[in-house]
């Protein structure tokens, strides 16, 4: 049974670069979620998708931010001009279902983006 | 609005005693509860849930935890601590209709040989 995976693991960036991340969730999940969680904190909810529809986004999604994910199957997420401000852990998690959402959400190990 | 408080940054506990780490919730209508577990540079891992029927739930280790409706509660449980218990854990809820978890700032619990 593979889980949830991200790549890269790490990634070290100027100010002002671009970078994205990819997520491959388990298998048979339709649902797809991006957060991020900075030192000391829980995880704060980026953006949800259900098969290939992104259908929910945080206020915490500023423009510079954007996530695809094509077939329904694997995601990416985009950040354009980082700032230090985006150094945080970006962790990506799949479930399956419909309606409610109550099945559980399974992580990544998440891809920890520095910016210096 | 919804919001979840894990009053304890810390816990210390004796390993081979019963452990607790706190949570308390405020949501809209009726609740849906998760714990995880975060292991230094992993993801979190699911522990277990609430959703409806009893208010004791059993998860995985052998943690379980206990829904109590009146004081908004769901404070997570075992009844005999290991060493390799000692982790970040995480209380989260989803809010009936949202889709998205709303998580606790952690609570760090230390089991001591």
């Known amino acids: 049974d593979t889980g949830v995976s991200q790549n890269p693991r790490h990634k070290i960036t100027k100010r002002g670069q671009n970078v994205t991340f990819r997520c491959d969730p388990i298998?048979?999940?339709?649902?797809l979620y991006w957060y991020r969680q900075t030192l000391g904190q829980g995880p704060e909810f980026l953006t949800y998708f259900q098969n290939e529809a992104q259908l929910e986004k945080s206020r915490l999604l500023s423009d510079r931010f954007s996530a695809e994910r094509p077939k329904g199957s694997f995601s990416t997420l985009e950040i354009q001009r980082t700032e230090q401000g985006d150094s945080a852990m970006y962790l990506c998690?799949?479930?399956?279902?419909?309606?409610?959402?109550?099945?559980?959400?399974?992580f990544g190990d998440g891809t920890r983006l520095s910016i210096l | 609005a919804q919001s979840v408080a894990q009053p304890e940054d810390q816990v210390n506990v004796a390993e081979g005693n019963p452990l607790t780490v706190k949570c308390t919730y405020s949501v809209s209508g009726n609740p849906y509860l998760f714990w995880y577990v975060q292991y230094p540079n992993r993801g979190l891992q699911f522990l277990l849930k609430y959703i409806t029927g009893d208010n004791l739930v059993k998860g995985s280790y052998g943690f379980e935890a206990e829904f109590n409706k009146s004081q908004t509660s769901f404070h997570l449980k075992k009844p005999s601590a290991l060493v390799s218990d000692s982790a970040l854990y995480f209380c989260?809820?989803?809010?009936?209709?949202?889709?998205?978890?709303?998580f606790g700032t952690g609570t760090r619990l230390t089991v001591i040989p």
């Open positions: 298998s048979e999940h339709n649902r």
């Open positions: 989260a809820v989803l809010q009936t209709g949202a889709n998205n978890l709303f």
């Open positions: 998690a799949s479930s399956l279902g419909q309606g409610g959402g109550n099945q559980p959400q399974h």
